[in-house]
């Protein structure tokens, strides 16, 4: 699949760049009703049956979308076991073009998802809501840099014990911050996010200069 394909050393640009949206484009994007869940933030402990239903998911979306879908990848929080998180899963769907909603909008909304968000302005994103709110669907075309960075994200945390705890403290502590205006929580985290990123990349220039040639891989001896 086109995520698993992408070369851990080496990222183009609009991968690097992490897009800020603001509230204004959020608001401009909303599509109907806002979903229940950004009216409050509560972060929970891990739960392995988050894993469960996104397997769940995925089954149902292969079924009703077949060969349109590129790749399904669980992502955020609740995609990196021992990680706190809202008890929301969230998804990534990769298909050719999310413009044409003719081709995919009617089969996700026969399995109870409604179109929550359109932003064509960050890379054609659509975002859909399950009937249950528990499933934030998350539709991009295919070359969007979006899903490689949240693969990215996801699979540092698993692997790096004090991003992912200082992530979840981080966490915890906006949500009590931002308790009185809860749509703040999402943006209030791109500091710590950033912070985050910036050691996934530069880990992974070190790992690319040292493969080149006149490199050190191991020290001999």
């Known amino acids: 699949m086109l995520l698993q394909e992408v070369d851990v050393a080496e990222y183009p640009q609009d991968v690097v760049q992490r897009f800020h949206g603001s509230p204004e484009q959020v608001d401009a994007g909303l599509v109907g009703d806002p979903p229940r869940t950004w009216g409050s933030v509560v ?3 891990y739960d392995r049956a988050w ?3 996104f397997t769940a998911v995925r089954s149902s979306l292969t079924e009703a979308l077949g060969a349109l879908i590129i790749a399904v990848e669980h992502v ?6 021992g990680l706190a998180a ?4 969230d998804i990534d769907l990769v ?13 996700l909304e026969r399995l109870g998802y409604r179109l929550v968000l359109r932003e064509p302005w960050w890379h054609g994103h659509r975002m859909l809501l399950s ?3 528990d499933v934030n669907l998350h539709v991009w075309p295919q ?3 979006e899903p490689v960075r949240h693969r990215l994200f996801r699979d540092w945390l698993r692997s790096h014990p004090h991003d992912r705890e200082l992530y979840a403290a981080t966490k915890r502590r906006l949500a009590r911050d931002t308790a009185h205006r809860p749509r703040d929580y999402s943006l209030a985290k791109n500091d710590v996010i950033d912070e985050i990123y910036a050691r996934i990349f530069a880990a992974s220039a070190a790992a690319a200069k040292a493969e080149q040639p006149g490199g050190t891989t191991r020290a001999d001896g």
């Not at 809202?86 to 899963?89: A, F, G, R, T």
Request: net charge negative; proline share 11%.
């Open 51 to 53: 894993a469960q239903r």
């Open 43 to 45: 972060i929970e402990e």
């Open 131 to 133: 009937a249950a709110e």
């Open 143 to 145: 070359g969007a840099p």
């Open 95 to 107: 298909i050719e073009d999310t413009a044409e909603e003719s081709g995919y909008l009617p089969a």
């Open 76 to 81: 955020g929080s609740t995609a990196v076991p």
């Open 86 to 89: 809202k008890p929301v899963i």
